[in-house]
């Protein structure tokens, strides 16, 4: 096997069991009463092997996850749940029901089934998207070093609880990933498809459809002849524009065949009755359950969308509606992925203004072509984070910010990898043969070529680090660590 991907797999292992660290948090500290959903299960009473799960596993099951493997569990009974896309409970619903059909019917509930194969679910995910980003690094930033720098931070990244729990990030990391790798190897129809299913894993995944647009573009530009006739500009660029169009119709297809789906189950066809427990707990929190009679406000809309109703109606998202005293401290929280995702699309405009100036349609000559971060194809990553980040800072629930940003780009890792590899502005405590000397990824660090070992060898040469290293370095590790006991435990970490 590739040394680099035997690097990865052993990394992703190293996650997984500090994720799990979990199990500990989870046990010391009591659970916080939040006001959060929390359903009925189906099902009779729990099992030893229940609560084997929970104690294992229970950690997981917190905040946005309650959602999904509700969906899961019992599919979309009440209007709130219409917020969380299919594909991600669909498909853990479906290994779980595998797996209950095979198993003795006392052993595990359904339930505990469905969050099994959520977690199973999203370490087999972390692990592609980690040999993806590993791979498009080295296609878009020509640079390993940057590539493997940037897997690297991928392997404890802020937002990392948020990719075990059971939560789409790890599936919706991987779909975009791959469909990246795609469009940067002019594979624009298969590009399609997977952006597709991110599109249906996660609402921001239709954004996607702007890279296969803006990769047909750019590969008809760059094939027209210098001396070339009117006409035959205009059928290229018409021909492409269309293939463009037909392939973003690709992308947001299945997020639109979702809420048609979800308007036949709420608005055009009676739904069959809910179950008791079900329509008790819905109407004691005051929601719209499928089956119950009541018609949601937005099945009269000129363009009956549930998503954009549902967030607006239950999570207040709207333009600067989440800008109140209350929610300085989520701001706070989201404060460091947002400035760095900033100061990244900043700090690539001003190097490669020329450059960003004409969309990166205009390639570098030769001589002048820059590698890593500030390569010539990372245009559209810093235009598609840009995006991301005005989109969180402007309308989004500030506190998605982090696990948002660190599942739908690469941007933040390549930006951060860059600064860590970057010698130029060494620290002056260090002697001037480590100042002198280029910081590699594979040199210094022990011999540990894993994310165990990088974080290590990381703190081992802190001294040697100057403050805008050291602010990535304890970034990275504490929402690492704080982020996995105060979300397993039902504390502010969503």
């Known amino acids: 096997m590739n040394s680099a991907y035997e690097q990865i797999l052993v990394s992703t292992v190293n996650w997984t069991l500090f994720t799990f660290s979990q199990v500990f948090f989870n046990s010391v500290i009591p659970d916080h009463d939040a006001d959060a959903f929390q359903p ?16 294992l596993l229970g950690g997981f099951r917190r905040w946005d996850a309650l959602y999904f493997l509700h969906v899961a569990e019992r599919g979309y009974t009440f209007e709130n749940c219409l917020a969380f896309l299919p594909l991600f409970p669909l498909t853990a619903a479906s290994l779980a029901r595998a797996a209950l059909a095979a198993a003795p019917a006392s052993f595990l509930a359904l339930s505990s089934l469905v969050l099994v194969s959520s977690t199973a679910l999203n370490v ?7 040999v993806f980003l590993s791979h498009l690094g080295r296609l878009a930033t020509g640079s390993t070093e940057v590539a493997c720098v940037a897997t690297m931070l991928y392997c404890f990244n802020p937002a990392s609880v948020f990719f075990s729990a059971a939560y789409s990030e790890s599936m919706f990391a991987a779909a975009t990933f791959c469909g990246l790798i795609l469009c940067e190897k002019d ?15 996660r609402a921001n995944g239709v954004v996607s459809a702007g890279f296969v647009v803006y990769f047909r573009l750019r590969r008809t530009l760059a094939s027209l002849p210098r001396r070339r ?85 239950y999570w207040d998202v709207g333009f600067l509606r989440y800008y109140r005293a209350k929610q300085i401290p989520n701001f706070v929280l989201a404060a460091p992925a947002l400035y760095l995702c900033g100061r990244a699309v900043a ?8 450059h960003a100036s004409c969309l990166g349609f205009r390639q570098a000559a030769p001589r002048r072509r820059d590698a890593g971060f500030y390569a010539d194809g990372c245009f559209v990553y810093v235009a598609h984070c840009a995006t991301l980040l005005f989109t969180c800072a402007a309308f989004a629930h500030v506190q998605v910010s982090t696990r948002l940003l660190c599942s739908s780009s690469p941007v933040i890792y390549w930006y951060c990898a860059q600064l860590l590899c970057d010698t130029s502005s060494s ?8 100042a002198g000397r280029r910081w590699r990824w594979d040199e210094g660090l ?49």
């Open 229 to 313: 006739g009117v006409v035959e500009t205009s059928l290229r660029v018409t021909a492409a524009t269309t293939s463009a169009a037909a392939y973003a119709c690709i992308c947001v297809a299945p997020f639109l065949a979702y809420q048609y789906y979800a308007y036949g189950v709420f608005c055009a066809r009676p739904a069959p009755p809910p179950p008791p427990d079900l329509l008790e707990f819905g109407r004691a929190n005051g929601y719209v359950v499928a089956g119950d009679g009541r018609r949601p406000l937005w099945c009269d809309a000129p363009l009956p969308l549930s998503y954009s109703h549902v967030q607006r109606e």
């Open 124 to 130: 087999v995910y972390f692990v592609v998207s980690a």
């Open 40 to 55: 009925p299960c189906g099902g009779g009473g729990a099992t030893l092997g229940d609560r084997i799960i929970d104690a």
């Open 446 to 494: 022990s011999g540990k070529e894993n994310a165990t070992g990088f974080v290590l060898g990381l703190l081992e040469r802190w001294r040697t680090l100057d403050a805008g290293k050291r602010f990535v370095v304890l970034y990275f590790i504490s929402y690492f660590v704080v982020g996995i006991a105060m979300h397993c435990n039902f504390l502010p970490w969503t």
């Open 427 to 434: 620290s002056s405590s260090s002697s001037s043969s480590a």
């Open 187 to 201: 594979q624009l129809f298969a590009a399609s498809v997977v952006f597709g299913l991110g599109a249906g894993t």
């Open 347 to 354: 700090s690539y405009v001003r190097r490669r203004w020329e």
